[in-house]
């Protein structure tokens, strides 16, 4: 495999998930994880396959204050914040026949094992999107891949996650 050649995605599964689902891991997501509310991280697009989110520049969040810079460290958590969603997401889709509660009751059981971001470009714009997508789920382990995006498109951080689901 060559170095440009993409990686594989998991198999995008044929589920649309109801209204309830989509609210109850916003409410989760946005408002129970009160670091997430800090960071204004908000999802835009919640998907099995792919989720995506955006954070608006706030001077809070300012890493480098003579470059008005956004600090490595929103990035990271973001980045992160975002890989548990895309695994919550395949979750939900794979156990459609479960209640509602149920499904968003496993959010609680998942957790970060291992992180790694790429810091490829500086984190300067209004606002910046944030797009996660599982590469695997086990029934253990899932492993994602994220990535950190200017209000332009341009890609200026990427991840790899690995997350304890069970």
């Given at each position: 495999?060559?170095?440009?050649?993409?990686?594989?995605?998991?198999?995008?599964?044929?589920?649309?998930?109801?209204?309830?689902?989509?609210?109850?891991?916003?409410?989760?997501?946005?408002?129970?994880?009160?670091?997430?509310?800090?960071?204004?991280?908000?999802?835009?697009?919640?998907?099995?396959?792919?989720?995506?989110?955006?954070?608006?520049?706030?001077?809070?969040?300012?890493?480098?204050?003579?470059?008005?810079?956004?600090?490595?460290?929103?990035?990271?958590?973001?980045l992160?914040?975002?890989?548990?969603?895309?695994?919550?997401?395949?979750?939900?889709?794979?156990?459609?026949?479960?209640?509602?509660?149920?499904?968003?009751?496993?959010?609680?059981?998942?957790?970060?094992?291992?992180?790694?971001?790429?810091?490829?470009?500086?984190?300067?714009?209004?606002?910046?999107e944030?797009?996660?997508?599982?590469?695997?789920?086990?029934?253990?382990?899932?492993?994602?891949?994220?990535?950190?995006?200017d209000?332009?498109?341009?890609?200026?951080?990427?991840?790899?996650?690995?997350?304890?689901?069970?």
């Amino acid at each position: 495999m060559s170095n440009n050649t993409p990686i594989p995605a998991i198999t995008p599964v044929e589920v649309e998930f109801e209204a309830e689902f989509v609210a109850g891991l916003k409410l989760i997501f946005e408002e129970k994880i009160s670091f997430n509310r800090v960071l204004g991280l908000k999802i835009t697009s919640l998907m099995p396959e792919r989720v995506v989110g955006r954070i608006d520049m706030n001077p809070q969040l300012v890493g480098h204050y003579s470059h008005n810079r956004l600090h490595g460290g929103v990035i990271s958590a973001g980045l992160d914040a975002m890989g548990g969603l895309a695994v919550m997401a395949a979750i939900g889709a794979r156990h459609m026949d479960e209640t509602l509660q149920q499904r968003l009751g496993r959010f609680s059981k998942l957790g970060t094992i291992d992180l790694r971001i790429d810091y490829l470009r500086p984190g300067l714009g209004t606002h910046f999107e944030l797009r996660a997508e599982v590469m695997r789920l086990g029934s253990r382990v899932a492993s994602t891949r994220m990535e950190f995006l200017d209000s332009e498109g341009k890609l200026l951080s990427t991840g790899a996650g690995a997350y304890i689901v069970s």
